[in-house]
């Protein structure tokens, strides 16, 4: 199984809305990332996590709340997130470090009205 | 601060020749640098990377060449095939830690 999985692949949120995207590995993965992506943009680093400690956290505002219950699941709690915050939210992990190849889920379309 | 340039959105190419796909990176501490692919729908996939002790990296039709004193690396396709056609991004990182896009290119392989 070399598959990162990430729900739900779509989601539209309102403003007041709270809401969480999931994203699992069964790869045995010690490291494990949120991307956000907009548009024609390249993937925004948000948050890493190391052996379910996070290790970096890009200065990612308050709204977005990463967690990690176990090595395998990664969580990203969303509460008033605002329209800019439209945008695509990938999922990876790896073996070892970020900078090694990293798998990537299918990513969730997020669009907050 | 983009420290990882795609200076070209976009590439097209006839099927069988070569698609040289280029990136150049701003900081020198980088040591790992990595393309991914990226079908729509779909995340980035891994394809190829090289240390920065190399200059080489060959993985079937994928080469990719490192030119430190220009800051530069490429990533030779050859033959395209049309299945190439996607967005690729080139990444680069810094003692396995953080990992920084560039903005992508998209490559049109026509049959």
């Known amino acids: 199984d070399t598959e990162v999985t990430q729900t739900p692949k779509h989601l539209v949120m309102g403003m007041t809305n709270k809401k969480s995207l999931k994203c699992e590995q069964h790869?045995?993965?010690?490291?494990m990332y949120w991307y956000k992506q907009k548009a024609k943009k390249p993937p925004e680093l948000m948050f890493v996590?190391?052996?379910?400690?996070?290790?970096i956290n890009e200065s990612v505002p308050s709204r977005f709340s990463p967690e990690c219950p176990n090595s395998s699941l990664l969580n990203l709690h969303l509460h008033a997130l605002q329209p800019e915050d439209s945008a695509l939210y990938l999922c990876?992990?790896?073996?070892?470090?970020?900078?090694?190849?990293?798998?990537f889920g299918q990513g969730t379309r997020l669009t907050v009205v | 601060d983009q420290q990882v340039k795609q200076n070209s959105p976009s590439l097209s190419v006839q099927e069988g020749r070569i698609s040289i796909l280029n990136c150049d990176y701003t900081?020198?501490?980088?040591?790992?640098f990595l393309w991914y692919k990226k079908y729509p729908a779909e995340g980035p996939t891994f394809l190829i990377s090289?240390?920065?002790?190399?200059d080489k990296n060959e993985d079937g039709r994928f080469t990719v060449f490192l030119n430190k004193s220009a800051k530069h690396l490429s990533l030779h396709i050859v033959p395209s095939q049309p299945g190439d056609s996607a967005v690729y991004f080139c990444?680069?990182?810094?003692?396995?830690?953080?990992?920084?896009f560039g903005a992508g290119t998209r490559l049109t392989v026509k049959p």
């Open positions: 990876a992990s790896s073996q070892a470090g970020l900078g090694t190849e990293a798998f």
């Open positions: 790869m045995g993965h010690r490291a």
């Open positions: 996590y190391s052996y379910e400690k996070l290790s």
């Open positions: 900081n020198s501490m980088f040591d790992y």
């Open positions: 090289i240390s920065s002790i190399k």
């Open positions: 990444a680069a990182s810094i003692n396995n830690n953080d990992m920084r």
